[in-house]
């Protein structure tokens, strides 16, 4: 979709830009990023999906870039992978080849490189808007990670919401450090500059100081993220020049909004969603800015709150229910996985997101946490237990684990496993760091003699986070 097909207007107004993307020391003009994503478009052209190691480069974007024109979906890699979750994503993905960034094991696929110096304008036809753009990978309370299916029409229905929501214009710099592998800097960092026409700055690792330094207007982060930008007076001082600090991803704790607001002038936006959903919920740049709150629904999505007993909630600002939504944005199904499609929905076909939430009588949100304690954020990564657990499980210093997500000032949850066992503490961290992704592995190991159990001899978990 790149461009052309997302947004032609901004496209030809935009033409003249030289630096349309920063990253990794690299500067494409929108010129340079049309003629070589285009010459990568026409070497993948009517492959069945493509594997990207989405490191934050250059070489990325064009890869990432190329199959949007070209219509090829794509799998973005985590760039951190381990063997085993790579393994898993490229059997289920059925994916071809690597485009891009060369893995160190490439897994017995060939490699296609990307040439940054060669130059296409061949035009090609426009993809349909119902055909698959990507499938993108995310962790469930159990099992391996499911592929998700995100088609094109979902995120240009959704940047576009976001940027009416955000008065995103391409007159915009969007800057941001975060990876190029998951929706917020995928598809709403990248991506939404391409259909927007803004420039894009990506900072590399997201600190406080190389977000102070990149001199943009709008700025994503997650809460990690700015908690350690208000750590760092100076640093957040220089972002009073911006237009919008954006957070999501995880729940934006209200010290830090409220520090954020003290040091930079600017009471940040926050908006939340899913991989399944895209981004659904968001603060209106010319809207109310309430510390603890996600705001509106964007333009185009409904929502709704659930009781156990199935009846609907009230919106009261203090009744708790299931959030579910009914949006355009939505992905179309789990890749190989109808069942678990099936129960992701309602009979009615509204989507389950998983998160209980409550709205008030003006229909602000406000996310009241996980329904499952499976689901960890830690740093605004989602992580599945069971996936962690099931890799602890297969060393051999391990007979029994329990992973929950623990209360951290910095990640907002780190991941702790509890272990029945004789193996070393940081052998099973580095354990998980190999077979999944770093970002998976916990961040502390605890051994202990036995793990709580209910008269069914299931984990108490609840149990085990009060032992935190
Ligand atoms: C440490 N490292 C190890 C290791 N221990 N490497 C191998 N084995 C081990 N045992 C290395 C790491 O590789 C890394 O190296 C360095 O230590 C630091 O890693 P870290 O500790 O994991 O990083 P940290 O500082 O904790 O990261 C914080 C963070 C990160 C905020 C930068 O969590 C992050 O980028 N989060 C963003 C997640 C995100 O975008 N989520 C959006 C999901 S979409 P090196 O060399 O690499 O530094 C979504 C939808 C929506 O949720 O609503 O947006
Ligand atoms: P992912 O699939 O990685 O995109 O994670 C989606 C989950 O992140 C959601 O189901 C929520 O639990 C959480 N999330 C995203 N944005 C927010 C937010 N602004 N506040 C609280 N939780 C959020």
Known sequence: MLLASLNPAAVAARADIVDAVRIDGAVLSRSDLVGAATSVAERVGGAY????????TATTVLAVTGCLIAGVPFVPVPADVGAAERAHILTDSGAQAWLGEKPAEPGGLPH???RLHARSW???????????????????????????????RAIAADIDALAAAWQWTAEDTLVHGLPLFHV??????????????????????????TYAAAGGTLYFGVPTVWSRVVADADAAAALSSARLLVS???????PVFDRLAELTGHAPVERYGSTESLITISTRADGDRRPGWVGLPLAGVQTRLRREDGSVAPHDGETIGSLQVRTPTLFDGYLNRPEATAEAFEADGWYRTGDAAVIDEGGTHRIVGR?????????????????????????????????????????GQRIVAFVVGDAAPDELISFVAEQLSVHKRPREVRLVDALPRNAMGKVVKKELMTWG
Do not use: C
């Not at 999501?248 to 209200?254: D, E, I, N, Q």
């Not at 099931?390 to 910095?410: C, I, M, R």
């Open 184 to 209: 917020h800097g995928l598809v709403l960092g990248l991506l939404g500059s391409l259909r927007v026409g803004n420039r894009f700055v990506h900072t590399g690792k997201p600190t406080a100081e």
């Open 248 to 254: 999501g991803s995880a729940p934006l704790p209200v």
């Open 371 to 411: 329904e499952s304690v499976d689901l960890i954020k830690s740093g605004g990564y989602r992580i599945g237990a069971g996936e962690v657990e099931t890799v602890l499980l297969g060393h051999p210093g391990v007979a029994e684990v329990a992973v929950v997500g623990l209360p951290d000032e910095d990640l």
């Open 122 to 152: 061949h035009r090609h036809p426009e993809p349909s808007p119902q055909s698959t753009a990507m499938v993108m990978y995310t962790s469930g309370t159990t099992g391996l990670p499911k592929g998700v299916l995100i088609s094109r």
């Open 112 to 114: 296609v490189p990307v």
């Open 49 to 56: 999906r493509i594997a990207i190691l989405a490191t934050p």
